[in-house]
C-alpha cells in the first residue's frame, strides 16, 4: 500500500463508521422525521464508496465484494415484495401493514413501514454500491502516458 495521502486515509478511517450509524440513525427514524430507507442507503453506500475512493478497489471489495452488492439487490425487493405477500396470506390487502397485528393495526403499521424501507434501505445501498463498481473497475481507453 502507498504511503502518501495519510491524513486522508486515517481521516477516511475516521468517517466511515459515523456515516454507517448516521444510515442507521436515518433509517431507524425516517417515520419520526425525513428520511428513510432511500436516503439511509444512498448515506450507507457513500460510507463504502468513500473507502473505495481512498482506499481502492481491492480493498472496499474485500469489506463488500461485487457479488455481495448484486444480491443486496435483489433481497431488498424480496423484502419489500413479501412484506405484501405476507399481508396476502393473511388475508389482507396486498401491503395492508394493518395485517401484522389485527389486535393494534398502529403496531402493525410501524412494523410494516420499518420493513418495506429496510427493502428499500438493503436495494438502494447494493444498487449504488454496484454502480460505483461498474464505474470505477473500469480500464482507461487512454493509459496516463499519453496525456
Do not use: C
Not at 442507503?41 to 482506499?55: E, N, S, T, W
Not at 396476502?88 to 420499518?114: A, E, K, R
Amino acid at each position: 500500500m502507498m504511503h502518501h495521502h495519510l491524513i486522508l486515509r486515517v481521516v477516511t478511517k475516521m468517517l466511515v463508521a459515523p456515516i454507517i450509524l448516521f444510515a442507521l440513525y436515518v433509517q431507524f427514524h425516517g417515520d419520526f422525521s425525513p428520511g428513510g430507507g432511500f436516503q439511509a442507503g444512498v448515506i450507507m453506500a457513500v460510507g463504502f464508496i468513500l473507502y473505495g475512493i481512498v482506499y481502492g478497489m481491492e480493498n472496499v471489495q474485500a469489506v463488500l465484494p461485487a457479488w455481495l452488492a448484486h444480491k443486496m439487490m435483489a433481497l431488498g425487493v424480496l423484502i419489500y415484495a413479501g412484506t405484501g405477500v405476507v399481508a396476502l396470506f393473511l388475508g389482507y390487502d396486498f401491503l395492508d401493514y394493518g395485517s401484522f397485528s389485527p389486535q393494534h393495526p398502529s403496531h402493525g403499521q410501524h412494523w410494516g413501514i420499518f420493513a418495506v424501507e429496510f427493502g428499500v434501505l438493503v436495494t438502494v445501498t447494493g444498487v449504488m454500491i454496484s454502480i460505483y463498481y461498474a464505474f470505477a473497475s473500469r480500464r482507461p481507453a487512454i493509459s496516463d502516458e499519453e496525456w
